[in-house]
C-alpha cells in the first residue's frame, strides 16, 4: 500500500500535478456558481512528505478558495496558520471527533481476550495498533522497548504495514526477540476487541501527527494511553491519563514506558478515559457541522 501511481518519478510527479491542477479548477468552477465548499484539515501536509512544492502551492490555494476551514482543536488551529501564509483564523472553525463506543463490538473481558490471543495472564503487555507509516515512529517503539528497565513484558506491534519496506524494517527489528510480537495484517472489525482488551496500555510513538483517529480508539475501550503532547493528543485525552509525553524528549517515550509498567492503578485510568470518550459524541460533532453549513448557506 503506497501512494505511487507508477513507480517512475517523473511520471508520477506529473499525475501529481495534473490531478492537483483539476482540483483546483474544480473549486474554482464551484466557486463560480456560489456553492459555499468546508475543509476539513486533517494533517497539515503528507505524512510521507511527499511532493512538498506542489502540496504547498495547492493548500495556499485551497485556504483562499475554501469558505470555511474545520480543525479538530484549537492547538491544530495555531499550528495551521504558523504553517500556511494565506490560511485565515477567522474562516476556522473547530469541531472534535466522536468516539467508537458503538462502532465495534466490547464485550471479552481482559482475560478472554488474552486467552483467546494466547498471552500470558501475567505478562504486561504494551500494544500499538494501527496502520503502520513511517510518521507513526514504531520502529522507535521497538528501540525503546528493547532499552527500558521493564522485566515481564511483552509488545504487540499489531496493523498493516504502508510499505514491504516498513514491514522488513520491524522483522529484522525483532528477530529473535521472543518478548516482541509481529501480528503485520489487517484485523477485521470483530477482532479489534480482543487486541485492545488484552493491552494493558496502548502505546502511539508519533513522529507528527495533528488529529489521531488511534487515540479515540483506545479511549473507546478504556485503554491507558502512552503519546506525544503534540497536535490535538493533548485536548483529546483527560488529565487523569498521565502518560504523554514530550515530543523533541529523547527519553520521554522510554520514561513513560517504565512509569506506566509500575503505576498502581491502571484500572482507574482506563475508566477515566472511557469516561472522556463517552463525552467526544458524534450527535454533537454532527450539529456543529451542520451549523457550520447553514451558516455558509446564510452568507450566501
Keep these: 500500500m503506497t501512494d505511487d501511481f507508477t513507480g517512475s518519478k517523473i511520471i508520477d510527479s ?11 479548477l474544480d473549486i474554482i468552477f464551484v466557486n463560480l456558481l456560489s456553492i459555499s465548499v468546508v475543509w476539513t ?33 484549537e492547538e491544530a488551529a495555531e499550528i495551521v496558520c504558523k504553517e500556511y501564509a494565506y ?7 473547530v469541531i472534535g471527533d466522536g468516539n467508537y463506543i458503538s462502532t465495534y463490538e466490547n464485550n471479552v473481558s481482559k482475560a478472554e481476550a488474552r486467552d483467546w490471543l494466547s ?8 500494544l500499538y495498533f494501527g496502520l503502520i ?9 521497538i528501540a525503546t522497548f528493547n532499552d527500558a528497565n521493564i522485566d515481564d513484558s511483552e509488545l504487540y506491534i499489531v496493523g498493516q504495514p504502508w510499505t514491504e519496506e516498513i514491514a522488513s524494517e520491524l522483522k529484522s527489528q525483532s528477530k529473535e526477540l521472543d518478548e516482541i510480537q509481529l501480528v503485520l495484517k489487517y ?28 487515540v479515540h480508539l483506545g479511549l473507546s475501550f478504556g485503554v491507558p494511553i502512552i503519546a506525544p503532547k503534540t497536535g490535538c493528543i493533548p485536548a483529546t485525552i483527560p488529565e487523569d491519563n498521565p502518560f504523554l509525553y514530550d ?9 513513560q ?38 451558516g455558509l448557506e446564510t452568507d450566501n
Design 14 to 24: 506529473l499525475i501529481t500535478l495534473g490531478r492537483a491542477s483539476v482540483f483546483i
Design 41 to 73: 484539515v486533517h494533517n497539515t501536509h503528507h505524512h510521507e512528505n511527499k511532493y512538498e512544492r506542489f502540496e504547498r502551492i495547492i493548500n495556499e490555494i485551497a485556504f483562499v478558495l475554501f469558505d470555511s476551514i474545520v480543525v479538530k482543536c
Design 87 to 93: 490560511s485565515d483564523r477567522e474562516k476556522m472553525e
Design 119 to 126: 498471552v500470558d495472564a501475567d505478562s504486561f503487555v504494551y
Design 133 to 141: 507509516r513511517e510518521y507513526k515512529g514504531v520502529p522507535d517503539l
Design 187 to 214: 484485523v477485521d472489525d470483530e477482532q479489534i476487541q480482543y487486541y485492545l482488551n488484552m493491552a494493558d496500555v496502548l502505546v502511539l510513538p508519533y513522529r507528527n501527527i495533528l488529529n489521531s483517529g488511534s
Design 247 to 255: 515530543h523533541s524528549d529523547p527519553d520521554g517515550l522510554r520514561r
Design 257 to 294: 514506558l517504565e512509569t506506566v509498567h509500575e503505576h498502581p492503578n491502571l484500572t482507574n485510568i482506563g475508566k477515566a478515559n472511557y469516561d472522556y470518550a463517552k463525552k467526544q459524541d458524534w450527535k454533537s460533532t454532527a450539529r456543529e457541522f451542520k451549523n457550520v453549513y447553514e
